[in-house]
């Protein structure tokens, strides 16, 4: 069974940074995306960004686009968001989740609250 932990998550200030990292049980290039989703108290879960982790291609939702940054680690076997600028209307539970032939795997989710 796939094991998807995320980290880095925590409060910031409106304008900082945080980088989440998702490590996976096995290897990454196992899977064909990983992606980072989002969801606010009371709200649907939405997506925030993907990479092709065989390729690097990657994609990004408008809200993002130009603030966040997602990319892979293969020294250490993550794929991380780094997330600049941020603003108060980011928070949320992110989960990270990663893709291959036998489904969809999903993590346990990590808190980042902006707020001053």
């Known amino acids: 069974q796939v094991q998807l932990v995320e980290s880095g998550g925590g409060l910031v200030q409106p304008g900082g940074s945080l980088k989440l990292s998702c490590g996976a049980s096995e290897n990454i290039f196992n899977f064909n995306t990983m992606g980072w989703y989002r969801q606010a108290a009371g709200k649907e879960r939405d997506f925030v960004a993907r990479?092709?982790?065989?390729?690097?291609?990657?994609f990004y939702a408008d809200s993002v686009k130009g603030r966040f940054i997602i990319y892979r680690d293969g020294s250490k076997n993550t794929v991380n968001l780094q997330m600049n600028s941020l603003k108060p209307e980011d928070s949320a539970v992110y989960f990270c989740s990663a893709n291959q032939l036998s489904g969809t795997y999903w993590g346990q989710g990590t808190q980042v609250t902006v707020s001053s």
């Open positions: 990479i092709n982790v065989p390729g690097g291609k990657t």
